[in-house]
């Protein structure tokens, strides 16, 4: 990978902040950055390679990093989260049963055998394309809580059950993965706040500030990383790596210099560089080769929304529900797995992107219905209208793609 390329995708991704800086229009920066690696990628023209391994390994570390922010910016420790915690397990739950049904249908009627597969896309949301529009629209309120702890609560689970639904032969090892990786956040939660209460933490934060080492970024980027090997050697996804230990240090209370820190490496280089990689990554022509396919992606699309619009049962308003429909990460996952694997019918992999692609529509436009709605509560000029409205050496932490 050369600079010049580098320097196309930084490009391209400024049309993020372009669309998303006009706030009548009520656009996520997310949105953009995906429409700049579709123009250069394998969709577009051609510029870039996604599969060029440091394009790839760049993504992967911006699709970690992004993840971590999510999973730190689930708001654990927010008493309000138990009053909400058991309408959201219930929400996801019937999203579930109603995923499985729609599953059965659609791998019966193309004749593909994925009942396992499409039930755990139709039922996935993604914290990493949900919580970033939640963020850019300056959402708020009990019902914007509730859907953020319903999100990540399915994020959670159809990342731990992707590996074993697409590849069962090797679900065993796919099992240990994830097991691991628990093991592992949960060690870490108990250090780290058997640190935090002996002071240590406080202790080290102040030393990092006074001689200005970032020692709180360098230690948590050392187990992101050692988390994604383990994850990466089990064939388990980065996304139950960088949302486990996100959610390690979101419950024990993330230090404002190091959300300023994640702000400035996941918000101004990793992230965007991640969306535009899994632009340029989708291949819409193959869907041309294999219409069938597209019939495919369009009824995973719908299915996911009419799923997730079940939560209203729950209490959800209904264009939150639609929001909660959006899936990224679990999708793209699930094409390159099974691709890699052998598993998926040609086309198959672009019809999981293209039902992604309309639930990420479906995102964007409910988030906006929604955002102008409620938009009367809000005082004007408040922090959150856009991703990067908000100083990050202000008191407010800075919102992020999560």
Known sequence: MSFATLALVVAVG??????????????????????GGLLIGASGFHLVDSSEPTFALLASIGFGLTMFVVGSRVPV?????????????????????????CAIALAAIFHTGHVALYGVIIASSSAALVLPVVSSLGMKGPAILRLTVQVAIADAACIIALPLAIDPAHAGRAALGVGVIAACAIVLYLVLRFL??????????????????????????????????????????????????????GAIGEPRRLTRQLFGIT????????????????????????PSMILLGVALGAAGIVAHLAARATGLPWLLSVMSAGQLGVPI?????????????????AALLLGALI?????????????????????????????RATDPASDESPPSRG
Not at 339 to 349: F, T
């Open 359 to 387: 639930t990420v529509a479906a995102t964007s436009i409910s988030g906006s219905v929604y955002s102008r709605r409620t938009a009367a509560t809000y005082s004007p000029g408040s922090p959150g209208s856009h991703p």
């Open 267 to 290: 918000e101004g280089f990793f992230g965007p560089l991640f969306f535009v990689w899994l632009g340029a990554s989708i291949n819409l022509a193959d869907l041309g080769r294999h």
């Open 333 to 349: 996952a699930a094409a390159a797995l099974g691709l890699q694997l052998k598993l998926l019918a040609p086309g198959e992999g």
């Open 77 to 101: 420790r927010d008493p309000l989260v138990r009053g909400v915690l058991g309408r959201s397990v219930i929400g996801a739950v019937v999203v579930g049963v109603i995923a499985a049904g």
């Open 14 to 35: 400024l049309l993020g902040p372009l669309l998303a800086g006009r706030a009548t229009w009520n656009i996520s920066v997310v949105i953009g950055e995906l429409a």
């Open 196 to 249: 935090d209460r002996r002071g240590h933490r406080r202790r080290l934060h102040d030393f990092s500030q006074r001689r200005r080492f970032a020692l709180e970024l360098r230690i948590n980027t050392l187990l992101l990383f050692s988390l994604a090997a383990i994850a990466e050697f089990t064939h388990v996804s980065i996304l139950l790596a960088g949302f486990a230990l996100g959610l390690v240090v």
